[in-house]
């Protein structure tokens, strides 16, 4: 059972335009939402995290927006850069470090045409 | 800087063969993750350990066992490779006091079993 649903499973942007990954999810304990961020050849690495009591969180041209409610986040690049190009996987934890408290979504590959 | 390395890059072994796949990291981290991911799958946990000569099983744990002698290494072990454990395999470390959502991943192994 996928706990985290992700959308969509590939996208295909222009350069300059605004990439948009969508995620929801059913387990009202989590209390994290992180999005990894993964080049070919390279393993996840971790972009920006949100909290649940937040509705935006920005770090440069990426923002993530979060509406509790819908149980839905959602990733927002703006600007959207050929070395964007990667595999984005949202996932959503527990708060507490260690046993299995990090659940992925099953990833979207992003192309950003020159 | 944070670094999680893995033994082989590629791997191509035989049906029936006993497989070890190593991960060591550099930052005294308690926690350790063996992941595969598959296309459209994303990102699946086989098992982890919290602590030397400790593990936990995640959500795919058949097929495969884990060894963890010393605080910085974690194996995988395939103890009789099939063709449908042809995947690439991510090794994770997180600490134990850190955030709970934020796992530093190495660059993956892919198996291919023939």
């Known amino acids: 059972q996928q706990q985290v649903k992700q959308s969509p499973q590939s996208l295909i942007v222009q350069k300059g335009g605004i990439s948009i990954i969508n995620c929801a999810y059913e387990n009202t304990a989590f209390d994290y939402f992180p999005w990894y961020q993964q080049f070919p050849g390279k393993g996840p690495a971790l972009l920006i995290a949100?909290?649940?009591?937040?509705s935006e969180k920005k770090e440069g041209r990426f923002t993530i927006s979060f509406n509790k409610s819908a149980k839905q986040f959602s990733l927002h690049i703006m600007d959207s850069q050929p070395g964007d190009s990667a595999t984005y996987f949202c996932a959503a934890s527990m708060g507490y470090p260690g046993a299995n408290n990090l659940f992925f979504g099953t990833g979207t590959r992003l192309t950003v045409i020159p | 800087d944070v670094k999680v390395t893995q033994s082989s890059r590629y791997l191509v072994k035989r049906t029936g063969e006993k497989v070890f796949l190593e991960c060591v990291q550099d930052m005294d981290h308690e926690n350790m993750f063996w992941y595969r991911q598959d296309p459209g799958l994303g990102l699946r946990l086989i098992y982890f350990?919290?602590?030397?000569?400790?593990?936990e099983k995640g959500d795919i744990p058949e097929g495969y066992s884990v060894s963890r002698e010393k605080k910085e290494r974690f194996s995988l072990i395939l103890e009789s490779a099939s063709t449908n454990q042809t995947s690439m395999y991510l090794c994770?470390?997180?600490?134990?006091?850190?955030?709970?959502?934020?796992?530093?991943f190495g660059p993956g192994t892919r198996l291919t079993v023939t």
């Open positions: 994770a470390s997180s600490p134990r006091g850190g955030l709970s959502y934020e796992q530093y």
């Open positions: 949100i909290r649940p009591d937040v």
């Open positions: 350990s919290y602590d030397v000569k400790m593990k």
